[in-house]
């Protein structure tokens, strides 16, 4: 007996059309606006702090890179070390002399330490209360060596490097309570009334000199006991020929002990900090 089959209707699914679609969406913000409200707030602020972070990290490392293109990255320096015994090492007093007949060098400047010439405001102030600030004899062509300028006042001279006028470094300024300069501007290093000159911005490439209170060369060896020993040298070199002059600086400076000189390239710092911003930037955007 045969059986007949009834044909069934194909069902297809039901659709909602866009106007349903938006009326059932709009039924949460209607019925619990609050809650509609704080959940669109914690996504803005959400986008807001990514787009903050992304935005600051970005912004640093262009001012970096337009920090770095106006120094240049050429800048090397070197420092005296410690010796086998660990103690201070010293370098020649001919170090920087020696350095200038490497022939890529382009510049080269010096500082020396002087460690007894500590620096007081007055001599009312108790002599513990040194500030943390450190007194060095300077070559004339530091700032243009290391890309120093000056907030205020003037460098050191042919003639002001040989009578009591100091340079001082921003931080030294701002502990010693030095703004402006005027005629009767004055600190005491190591028992000496010094005139301050001038007060120099922060130095990017040789942070050093931000708490330094930088007085003239024959002046030091006069009036101060400085020994003449270079403590630190600042080079600048061709660009293409940095890696080869970096080599052959330590056993230049110091031919006796290449190993008690340390030679560093205070541009790599500088990056290497920047990197070290940019990994915490990327850090804190994947906690986002």
């Known amino acids: 007996m045969a059986v007949l089959e009834v044909a069934r209707p194909k069902l297809s699914p039901a659709r909602m059309r866009p106007r349903d679609v938006m009326r059932v969406g709009a039924v949460g913000l209607r019925t619990r606006p609050l809650r509609a409200f704080l ?32 120094l240049g ?6 420092s005296s070390g410690t010796t086998l015994m660990g103690e201070a090492a010293q370098m020649p007093k001919d170090a920087e002399a020696m350095i200038e007949r490497i022939g890529p060098v382009e510049k080269v400047s010096s500082i020396g330490k002087i460690s007894e010439a500590k620096v007081y405001r007055s001599e009312e102030i108790p002599e513990a209360q040194t500030g943390g600030m450190t007194t060095y004899a300077a070559r004339l062509d530091l700032p243009a060596t290391v890309g120093a300028t000056l907030r ?18 921003s931080a030294a300024a701002q502990r010693l309570g030095v703004g402006s300069i ?8 190591g028992g000496v009334r010094f005139a301050v000159v001038g007060v ?5 490439l040789a942070t050093e000199l931000d708490s330094a209170v930088l007085v003239g060369w024959p002046v030091a060896e006069s009036r101060l006991g400085f020994d003449g020993h270079p403590t630190t040298l600042y080079t600048r070199s061709e660009e293409s020929e940095l890696e080869a002059v970096r080599e052959v600086l330590a056993g230049t400076a110091n031919p006796e002990a290449p190993n008690e000189v340390d030679v560093s390239r205070p541009s790599d710092a500088l990056a290497a900090k ?15």
């Open 39 to 70: 959940s669109a707030l914690g996504i803005a602020i959400g986008i807001a702090a990514m787009v903050s972070v992304v935005g600051l990290s970005s912004s640093s490392g262009a001012e970096l890179d337009r920090t770095l293109s106006a």
């Open 73 to 78: 990255t050429n800048l090397l320096t070197v």
């Open 152 to 169: 205020s006042g003037t460098w050191l001279n042919a003639a002001t490097e040989r009578y009591p006028a100091a340079v001082l470094g």
């Open 200 to 204: 120099m911005n922060p130095v990017a």
């Open 274 to 288: 920047q990197a070290t911003s940019q990994a915490f930037a990327n850090l804190l955007l994947g906690v986002v």
């Open 182 to 189: 005027g005629a009767d501007t004055q600190v005491v290093i």
